[in-house]
């Protein structure tokens, strides 16, 4: 989903609905996000996802089944205050 360049990693926001996830770029302007480009879509019954807990970040691993993509992303939850916590507990509903 997101790159990684010379310049730093990519950031990826994920948007989760009770049927599909949903990947988009973006980039920080201020203390705002600018959603770029749709990265992908799929349908929440073709994905296998795992989290594992670590103490400054929860690592987030999606397995597409059907087409055998995978991704491995990092969600940071140091100083979230639990900002995070809903994303995480909806995506593995």
């Known amino acids: 989903l997101a790159r ?5 990693t990519k950031t990826v ?3 989760v609905t009770s049927n599909k996830v949903y990947a988009f770029s973006c980039k920080p302007k201020g203390r705002k996000w600018t959603v770029q480009d749709q990265l992908g879509g799929w349908n ?4 296998q996802i795992d ?6 970040s929860t690592k987030v691993v ?7 993509e995978h991704y491995e992303l990092e969600a940071t939850t140091a ?5 995070h916590d ?3 507990a909806a ?3």
């Open 79 to 83: 100083g979230d205050r639990g900002f």
């Open 62 to 68: 999606i397995d597409v089944v059907p087409t055998g």
């Open 13 to 15: 926001l994920l948007a």
């Open 44 to 47: 929440r019954a073709d994905l």
């Open 86 to 88: 809903h994303f995480l």
């Open 4 to 8: 990684t360049s010379w310049k730093g």
């Open 51 to 56: 989290t594992t807990a670590g103490r400054l």
């Open 91 to 93: 995506i593995n509903a």
